[in-house]
């Protein structure tokens, strides 16, 4: 199905442009996203990096305000064929958002969060998790733009994988025994939560791919 929505897509300038545009949002979430792992490793001091990360989460809203507002007026123009397409649309629009909004989360965990990452059993896990999350971001471009399932299918199988292993070292902060300070454990918790929604959004976005519009989101759950 989705491939005759693509057709659709990219037979109109209009949703061409628009794709574009969420592939622009994507790109910029996964440069928030380098540059938030960059200040949780103090690879860079968090205020240098401050005022650039937060403009391009608002370049990001902007862009979905832009790729609504033209979802709207094309819509409006009469052109109800496109309307599945336009669903499609509105629905990545929103995860794309959603994944600025997270990777900013992550980037304050840095500002916020002064101590180090003393227990490894946590803190490797995490790094891992990081480190397999960051590749989805261009997948999950790929598959979307270039309606590549067989990449969509490959980003909502990693991103399940993700949401197993947060899950698993939530679950360990809450049952753990031994003495961890509480600054130290809500950073562990808070980063497998953001990972976590980082990777479900990029699996959305994926889904819009392989699942027929009624499922998008939810076959990724």
Known sequence: MFKDIF???RGSN??????????QMLEAGAWMFDRASEALMKKTDWESMADSLYARDKRINKLEQTVREGIITHLSLGHQADLSACLVLMSVV????????????IF???????????????AVPLSDIRDTTRPLFDRARQAFTDAERPIASDVMSVARKITVQCDQIIRQLLSVQEQLAPDEAVAYVLLARFYKRVAAHLSNIATSVVAPVPLIDFESK
């Open 7 to 9: 057709r659709a897509l």
């Open 14 to 23: 209009k949703l061409s442009e628009m794709i574009a545009e969420i592939g």
């Open 94 to 105: 929103k995860d794309a958002e959603r994944i600025g909004d997270y990777c900013k989360n």
């Open 108 to 122: 304050e965990i840095a500002k916020f969060y002064r101590g180090e990452y003393t227990h490894p059993e946590y």
